[in-house]
């Protein structure tokens, strides 16, 4: 998907939701677990109920590796699953070099491979530029690199500043803009203080950010949009459990969820989206 | 297994060789190619004609994720055929946080959830002490930290200087030495200029060293054991597809050139091992 067409979604579904299937069969309401499928069964109860106010699904690959081959299918069917017009985020966090890199691209981008096609895939930067370039050669794919995170950890490498006092996350956002255009790079961006987020917009004046700490993790829907939206919106806000796991029955209770962050999304894109 | 069972095999087998298993459908010699189960076959064939001479195993997941869940189930087939007292790695550069990285510690280390039961974990530090510890929380199993690599991109951020000229690779070496023992923690070291082989040992004077780039990536295996050996030897030098693919036969080609290696670690064991 280029971002003229995930532009054109949001406007249209007046959302920049993404919802994050951290589909855990020990936590899915119980009737799901008899399903021969339990995690695909759950996933389809959720897209079912949310797909008219995500523009965004990101599996957590972790969740379908922890469950060995059959998690790989469910997932396989889940992205089937999805409607073909919605972006598709692998929450994978990869970050390796030069064929071992390009291998996890064609795991995820290359349907003839591993029977994935997803539109993005998170990656890790501390490998450097040749860890990141293999994932760019697929034509409308998207590499989202991690930059800024908002767990107590990204204070240990993250935030470190160079001797020319830059920290790393912006040496990261800096140096990948020379790597790769704002139509196929995008960043994860945890930060919810203000201060932060006006900082990383004017690094990536252009790009989309990620931002996965919305919701459970508490950070302010109105601040991310007031000071990280761009003139193409240029957000994908995240809710996981706090759309999945919302209630028994995902057909209300996520449904629910999800409406009340799309209703949100509509208004901040009124105050704030200036094309 | 715990180092001190690591440090009996090396001295049992006079080697430090780790054997990539970087399985590359397309690349297996083509009397492989007929098996049911190729990528399964070919491993079981370099286990037979290596495991003499190798003390570790290092899976390359990306190569098998690429195959799709046919993939994980030829990693858990392979995982099973490699002998119980050998050391095994997961080369996953996994690096997520809280829950999520917990669930991919179990992925590799929890064997009644993906059905795999790795010694070890290669691990990316890009998110800081939380998307290590959990992979501390299983008993005799080893975080493998990606500190100081080989490849062109290792000067984008591992180089870089911090304002208290620390680079960046010192700064995680030196942290996370601060989380884990070095009964615990390795750390990836693609470093093959003897500067640097002094200096990370300097750094780390207990920690084992996986050491990636002896071989087709052109280290010299003299320097490595000169300049890294430390009194439990700590090192484990790995080499892929020198060993994987030296000719069509893995019995004799796989084996003369594991052999060749280990006659060679033999050699430096007897020249810079003093415990």
């Given at each position: 998907?280029?971002?003229?067409?995930?532009?054109?979604?949001?406007?249209?579904?007046?959302?920049?939701?993404?919802?994050?299937?951290?589909?855990?069969?020990?936590?899915?309401?119980?009737?799901?677990k008899q399903e021969a499928d339990p995690v695909f069964a759950f996933?389809?109860?959720?897209?079912?109920?949310?797909?008219?106010?995500?523009?965004?699904?990101?599996?957590?690959?972790?969740?379908?590796?922890?469950?060995?081959?059959?998690?790989?299918?469910?997932?396989?069917?889940?992205?089937?699953?999805?409607?073909?017009?919605?972006?598709?985020?692998?929450?994978?966090?990869?970050?390796?070099?030069?064929?071992?890199?390009?291998?996890?691209?064609?795991?995820?981008?290359?349907?003839?491979?591993?029977?994935?096609?997803?539109?993005?895939?998170?990656?890790?930067?501390?490998?450097?530029?040749?860890?990141?370039?293999?994932?760019?050669?697929?034509?409308?794919?998207?590499?989202?690199?991690?930059?800024?995170?908002?767990?107590?950890?990204?204070?240990?490498?993250?935030?470190?500043?160079?001797?020319?006092?830059?920290?790393?996350?912006?040496?990261?956002?800096?140096?990948?803009?020379?790597?790769?255009?704002?139509?196929?790079?995008?960043?994860?961006?945890?930060?919810?203080?203000?201060?932060?987020?006006?900082?990383?917009?004017?690094?990536?004046?252009?790009?989309?950010?990620?931002?996965?700490?919305?919701?459970?993790?508490?950070?302010?829907?109105?601040?991310?949009?007031?000071?990280?939206?761009?003139?193409?919106?240029?957000?994908?806000?995240?809710?996981?459990?706090?759309?999945?796991?919302?209630?028994?029955?995902?057909?209300?209770?996520?449904?629910?969820?999800?409406?009340?962050?799309?209703?949100?999304?509509?208004?901040?894109?009124?105050?704030?989206?200036?094309?």
């Open positions: 998907m280029n971002s003229q067409q995930l532009v054109n979604q949001i406007e249209r579904k007046r959302s920049f939701l993404c919802v994050g299937l951290d589909t855990d069969p020990r936590l899915i309401p119980s009737k799901f996933n389809q109860a959720v897209i079912d109920a949310t797909a008219d106010y995500a523009v965004a699904y990101k599996p957590n690959i972790a969740f379908y590796e922890a469950l060995g081959p059959k998690g790989w299918e469910s997932l396989q069917k889940t992205m089937e699953y999805i409607p073909s017009d919605i972006f598709t985020i692998a929450d994978a966090k990869r970050g390796d070099i030069g064929n071992t890199a390009y291998m996890y691209a064609q795991t995820f981008f290359d349907p003839a491979s591993s029977g994935l096609n997803f539109d993005s895939i998170t990656v890790a930067p501390y490998m450097g530029h040749d860890s990141v370039e293999p994932f760019l050669r697929f034509e409308d794919k998207w590499v989202i690199l991690l930059a800024l995170t908002s767990n107590p950890g990204s204070h240990d490498f993250q935030m470190t500043k160079s001797e020319d006092y830059i920290p790393m996350y912006e040496r990261v956002m800096r140096l990948a803009q020379t790597w790769a255009s704002p139509e196929e790079l995008m960043f994860v961006i945890g930060a919810t203080r203000v201060d932060f987020l006006q900082k990383v917009r004017e690094i990536a004046p252009d790009n989309f950010f990620l931002v996965p700490g919305v919701g459970a993790q508490g950070g302010s829907l109105e601040d991310v949009s007031r000071y990280a939206m761009n003139s193409r919106v240029g957000l994908l806000v995240n809710s996981s459990r706090g759309i999945i796991y919302a209630g028994d029955n995902p057909a209300v209770d996520s449904k629910r969820e999800a409406q009340k962050l799309q209703e949100e999304m509509s208004t901040y894109l009124d105050a704030y989206y200036i094309k």
